[in-house]
């Protein structure tokens, strides 16, 4: 079963990223990243590329991470400590969801496997 069946799939996703989000834009160590942003369409977004991470869906059609966040490296400064604050507020959002930790720790495994294309290395 992937991990996206294991986490309750579809409306699972869809209730972590948005109180995801809550939780991301309450924190002032990476709410600036999103000022201007269209949320809602961010939101979407996150859904879609989760739920290829995941395992739920068979591609995913949005831009490559370093791509996506190659302007935020270079003129915000996107750095690690930005990323350990994005996979702790990820990681606080699924116990709030009363997610096994056996799934977090999965989740935080597929987190780590894209840092260094988030962060342009």
């Known amino acids: 079963m992937s991990l996206y069946d294991q986490l309750g799939?579809?409306?699972a996703v869809e209730?972590?990223?948005d109180r995801f989000y809550?939780?991301?834009l309450a924190d002032e160590r990476i709410n600036h990243f999103f000022e201007g942003v269209d949320m809602d369409r961010m939101r979407n977004h996150q859904k879609?590329?989760?739920?290829?991470?995941?395992?739920?869906?068979?591609?995913?059609n949005g831009r490559g991470m370093r791509a996506a966040?190659?302007?935020l490296v270079d003129e915000k400064g996107l750095n690690d400590?930005?990323?350990?604050?994005?996979?702790?507020n990820l990681a606080q959002?699924?116990?709030?969801?009363e997610?096994?930790?056996e799934l977090i720790s999965e989740v935080a495994k597929v987190a780590e496997s894209i840092r260094d294309e988030v962060l342009a290395r």
Do not use: I
Not at 93 to 97: K, R, S, V
């Open 9 to 11: 799939g579809a409306p």
């Open 15 to 17: 209730a972590a990223v």
């Open 22 to 24: 809550e939780k991301v």
């Open 48 to 60: 879609r590329f989760l739920s290829y991470a995941f395992g739920g869906a068979p591609e995913y």
């Open 69 to 71: 966040h190659q302007r």
């Open 81 to 88: 400590g930005h990323f350990d604050a994005v996979v702790e």
């Open 93 to 97: 959002t699924l116990e709030e969801l």
């Open 99 to 101: 997610v096994a930790p």
